[in-house]
């Protein structure tokens, strides 16, 4: 059974920046890579950011390109998203993602989640 537990959210206003954490353990595919997903009230689940472990690849969505990013700590299977620049539409429910197949889409849902936790961003 796999466990991710999210650790960072917060409330900051405009501008602002925090760090989110993913403690990741018991999933095949997180060898491979791993995401961050967010979902605000009354909004569909959206890919944040992914990064595959082998290539250092990382990938983001366009709303949070150069404000976020993804890094991940190997020997510690641990899963970061540094967040700059925050902004109030970047208020919602932020998700540790881990794969159910060798691949981390943005626009896929077929992962494992965190609990989840919350960033507020006020103006």
């Known amino acids: 059974q796999g466990q991710l537990v999210e650790f960072g959210g917060g409330s900051v206003q405009a501008g602002g920046s925090l760090r989110l954490s993913c403690a990741a353990s018991?999933?095949?595919?997180?060898?491979?890579?791993m995401a961050w997903f967010r979902q605000a009230p009354g909004k569909e689940r959206e890919g944040v950011a992914a990064?595959?472990?082998?290539?250092?690849?990382?990938y983001y969505a366009d709303s949070v390109k150069g404000r976020f990013t993804i890094s991940r700590d190997n020997a510690k299977n641990t899963l970061y998203l540094q967040m700059n620049s925050l902004k109030p539409e970047d208020t919602a429910m932020y998700y540790c993602?881990?794969?159910?197949?060798?691949?981390?889409?943005?626009?896929?849902?077929?992962?494992?989640w965190g609990q989840g936790t919350q960033v507020t961003v006020s103006e």
């Open positions: 993602a881990a794969p159910q197949s060798a691949g981390c889409s943005l626009h896929s849902k077929s992962y494992y």
């Open positions: 018991g999933y095949t595919y997180t060898r491979y890579c």
């Open positions: 990064i595959y472990t082998g290539s250092g690849n990382t």
